[in-house]
């Protein structure tokens, strides 16, 4: 059961609150950062804490790796939290930065090609070793040029409100 999102972190003790900010402030500058395909948004790990560095890690997720590990598409919202606590072995917090498609079945490049990219936001899922409550949130995006990824200004505005530790707007 998810417990926090990114208008409601003042909930949260510091430390965790502070990893969760982390977090979200890494995946606003990498998901735009990175490139991407016509039809998708880059699904990533991101993880705090490996090897006593308190560095954020991002790695690019195999995401037919993490089916057969965890469960079918469809079943998606079932499995995504044990799937996201599992990646905290080692680590300290560890989030899921993922599109609208991973819930659903995948299209094959001709149908994904004639139906256009269907997502419009950005989903963080995450956990924290200090903490039972996950952290769940959605954060809405603009293809720009070139179909880069720009978040609206909703998504920096919650974000800001975060920091300050004030609830404000926020995805979801």
């Known amino acids: 059961m998810y417990g926090v ?12 609150r502070a990893d969760y900010l ?16 016509v039809l998708s948004v880059p ?15 991002v790695e690019r997720v195999d995401v037919a790796e993490l089916y057969r590990r965890n469960g079918y598409a469809e079943d998606f919202r079932v499995w995504v939290e044990s799937a996201v606590r599992s990646r905290l072995a080692g680590a300290r917090c560890a989030a899921l930065v993922c599109n ?3 819930s659903g079945p995948v ?4 149908v994904g090609a004639l139906l256009g990219p269907s997502e419009r936001a950005v989903h963080v899922h995450a956990a924290h070793r200090d903490d039972r409550r996950a952290f769940r949130d959605t954060f809405p995006f603009r293809r720009g ?3 880069r ?12 409100s975060a920091r300050r530790g004030s609830a404000g707007p926020t995805g979801s």
């Open 5 to 16: 999102s990114l208008g409601t972190m003042d909930r949260l003790s510091g430390p965790v």
């Open 22 to 37: 982390r977090i979200v402030e890494r995946m606003v500058e990498e998901v735009p950062a990175r490139r991407l395909s």
């Open 43 to 57: 699904v990533l790990w991101l993880t705090i804490g490996e090897r006593d560095s308190d560095d954020v890690r």
């Open 100 to 102: 609208d498609r991973m």
């Open 107 to 110: 299209p094959g490049p001709v």
């Open 145 to 147: 040029p070139l179909r």
């Open 149 to 160: 990824v720009r978040f609206t200004p909703e998504v920096y505005q919650g974000l800001a």
